[in-house]
């Protein structure tokens, strides 16, 4: 460095009007950057040698404001290497430097690297000489720039967040260092601002908090009383405020249209920020249409001025929109099936009405024998696109609380799979679930894909399937994790099985082999003989299993077989 005022370095030397001192004996290349328009240009730097006040053969060099000129060395000895400077030009990150001046009318650009100009949509003509405030607009957030001038007034280096604004009006989220360059003597001479668009980043993690506060905020409506009214005012509320999250600016309301989903219609929440003055705003509207084409309700956007309607991210609010379609449904159905539960026993479980072309499926749950009325063994059968989905699961304990458990894991389970959550995501909410319930459960899902041959299963501390067919029977070597309740962060490996035509998979909970002083392995054993020469249409398979168990726990049963046309078998309804 110089201890003139001019910011050189081997290579480069950026002049501004007056900086012309400590240049002296230094060879210039080229202009770099030609003045602005209005300003005095200069065309014969093209060699000779700098003296004094840029005295040249030829000449005299013109202070003209703005000027980025080449050189090839520093008179004072203090000069940076020339690949300094080529790194900033050829850096990804966007740079600015600019003078010291903080008192009014500020600072000004005396270099910007292409990143920057990327970043921007500025050309570097059009910024230097000027204010960095022209980046600046009405979503700058000023608190912010107090601290930048406090900083940079006492000495210390700033880094913080805001919006700037390109070229073309279209604001941006930026994050943004600031150092100061000294002289000598100590004192700031330049500052060099490094600089970088975070709205990728910002709007992800505002996405991702939305989307934990639906998953817990599901899971409360879950467990709470059999008010139905609360526990959608309840996800309503988080949704909108999941909504206004990722929006950031304005007011959120969120709409019901379908009356089935409950009595109450609508729940509003309240962005960060929003005008004082409610004229001439703008709104955004995102339908909330579940994954069946079918339009739920709306999430609105209101009260936005035209510049933070710019800001929304239409993509994110929409992601939104389709998730809290699922839950919303997930809690409606839910809801519907707590009612069933408590009304009747049989009732708790779902019920098959068809199985997809080409499969076979039959369940069974049936109650045990001693204890209370109510248990926790359930299962589910939910078809996708590509797969039939297969879920059996035990709750420990009986009674009420063992049924309110089922009925949400049942519910979030379906709600999950439906919204197109990874595996290990919704074996993350079910470990939730079951650690606000205090309780634990275990579990086997499998994925039937319906274009191939191949079965995924997974299980958490669940027994193994049963597959079966002209081979005989044998269990699947499953790989499982501890019951849900009890993860700790696991993650749920997946057991690849095949399936192929006339053979059949069958899901149970522990009712249908455990006896009474008998080890488990025996029952395991028992159930793999008799279906090893097991034959005939699958319900007769799984009433036969049935009637060989011991009657004391409840019981759970789903099977399924793959059929070589659809024409071959018509499935049969389940008892």
């Given at each position: 460095?110089?201890?003139g005022?001019?910011l050189?370095?081997d ?34 730097f ?10 040249q053969?030829g000449g005299?060099?013109?202070a003209?404001r ?9 008179a004072?000895?203090?000069a ?5 400077i ?11 430097i600019?003078?010291a001046?903080?008192?009014a ?7 910007v ?6 970043m921007?949509?500025?050309?570097r003509?059009?910024?230097i ?6 980046m600046?607009?009405p979503?700058?957030d ?12 006492a000495?210390?280096?700033f880094?913080?967040?805001t ?19 000294l002289?000598?003597?100590g ?14 980043e ?5 996405v991702?908090?939305?989307e ?9 409506a879950?467990?709470s ?6 526990a ?14 990722v929006a ?12 089935a ?15 004082a ?5 703008v ?15 709306s ?5 936005l001025r035209?510049d ?13 929109a389709?998730?809290?379609a ?8 839910y809801q519907?099936?707590?009612?069933t ?6 009732a708790m ?22 204890g ?13 696109a590509?797969?039939?989905v297969?879920?059996v699961?035990?709750?420990?304990g009986?009674?009420?609380d063992?049924a309110?458990?089922m ?8 709600a ?8 290990d995501?919704i074996?993350?909410v079910?470990?939730r ?8 459960a ?8 319906t274009?191939s ?14 597959r ?19 993860l700790r962060?696991?993650q ?11 053979e ?36 007769d ?20 077989r ?9 499935p049969?309804?389940?008892?």
């Open positions: 460095m110089s201890s005022r001019g050189h370095f290579g480069y030397f950026l002049l501004n009007e007056g900086w012309l001192d400590g240049a002296g004996g230094s060879t210039v290349r080229r202009v770099v950057d030609q003045p602005q328009q209005g300003q005095t240009q200069t065309s014969h093209s060699g000779g040698t700098c003296s004094g006040a840029f005295d053969t005299t060099v013109s003209d703005g000027t980025l000129f080449e050189i090839d060395t520093i004072d000895g203090h940076l290497p020339r690949v300094l080529a790194a900033l030009e050829e850096t990804s990150s966007p740079v600015c600019t003078t001046d903080l008192d009318p500020g600072p000004t650009i005396v270099y690297n292409p990143a920057y100009s990327q921007t949509r500025r050309d003509a059009d910024v000489g000027r204010s960095p405030r022209i600046q607009g979503l700058t000023r608190s912010v720039l107090d601290r930048l001038r406090d900083d940079l007034s000495g210390r280096p880094s913080g967040e919006i700037n604004y390109r070229a073309d009006g279209e604001p941006f989220h930026i994050a943004w260092s600031i150092d100061p360059v002289d000598d003597h004192v700031a001479t330049h500052y060099v601002a490094t600089q970088r668009d975070v709205t990728a910002v709007v992800a993690e505002r991702r908090l939305a934990e506060g639906l998953d817990t905020a599901l899971v409360d879950l467990g009383p059999s008010d139905t009214e609360a959608l005012a309840l996800l309503l509320d988080a949704v909108a405020v999941g909504a206004g999250r950031g600016y304005g007011t959120a309301e969120v709409t019901l249209r379908d009356p989903l409950g009595p109450l219609q609508a729940s509003v929440g309240t962005s960060a920020e929003s005008p003055n409610l004229e001439d705003t709104e955004v509207r995102i339908p909330m249409t579940r994954v069946d084409g079918v339009t739920i309700g999430i609105t956007i209101g009260n035209a933070e309607r710019n800001m929304i991210d239409r993509p994110s609010l929409n992601r939104v389709e998730r809290a699922a839950v919303i449904t997930g809690l409606a159905e519907r099936q707590r009612r539960a408590l009304r009747l026993q049989e479980l779902p019920r098959v009405d068809a199985a997809p072309d080409g499969f076979e499926i039959a369940s069974r749950y049936l109650p045990g024998d001693v209370v009325y109510v248990g926790g063994d359930w299962f589910d059968v939910i078809e996708t590509t797969a039939i297969l879920v699961g035990d709750v420990s009986h009674g009420i063992a309110t458990t009925a949400r894991l049942q519910t979030l389970t379906a999950e799979i439906r919204a197109g959550r990874p595996i995501q074996f993350d079910l470990d679930a079951c650690r606000d319930d205090a309780t634990m275990t579990m086997t899902l499998a994925m039937i894909s274009d041959e191949d079965a995924l299963i997974w299980s958490a501390g669940h027994l193994p399937p049963v079966f067919g002209s081979d005989g029977a044998t269990l699947v070597a499953v790989s499982p994790i501890p019951p849900l309740g009890h962060g696991e749920p490996t997946a057991t690849t099985t095949p399936l192929s035509d006339g059949s998979l069958l899901f149970f909970t522990d009712g249908l082999v455990e006896r009474r002083g008998e080890p488990l392995p025996e029952g395991l054993d028992r159930l793999c003989a008799a279906l090893g020469h097991a034959a005939g249409p699958l319900d398979i799984v009433d036969s299993v049935i009637a060989s168990r011991s009657a004391e726990d409840d019981t759970a049963v789903v099977a399924v793959r059929h070589p046309s659809a024409d071959e078998h018509e049969p309804s389940p008892r």
